[in-house]
């Protein structure tokens, strides 16, 4: 089976989103936007309160759009801001949506100054069929700037050549 790549994300101020994009020109793989009926307030600090108070929780939000067909990917890249130290909650619901079995996972994330490694904990923890594979967490603002490193990072793993 070829590899077909599906690039999902979750992105409240649009970094995410850039870094998304960065990854999908790289890899020509399928874009995917996670969607929730959840309202964020486009506030840093609300926001992050209503971030906080959904993860102690351990909450839900609904997903307003599903993958077609998630069975023909065999390599997918997750990609939102951090919040609280670790994925929003819509990625969690996101995780619970599909069947991961046997493929390739893995995490991509913006924060101010926040590293990775919860989200790539969490990744192999709630997705244990998964190949479950290192993250790459840019800065906010500075994903056009580091395209090599997002480069390199997809090499590792074997996603582009």
Known sequence: MATKILIAYFSHWGHSQNFAEQIQKLTGGDLFEIKTSTDYPEAHDPCSIQAHQEQLADFRPELTNHVQNMAQYTTVLIGHPIWWYREPMVIRSFW???NFTDKKVIPFATSGDVGIANTEKDTKDWLPNADAKPGLRLETHAVE???????????KDAVIK
């Open 145 to 155: 700037d580091n395209v090599p490193e997002i480069e390199k990072w997809l090499k």
């Open 96 to 98: 619970e949506a599909y």
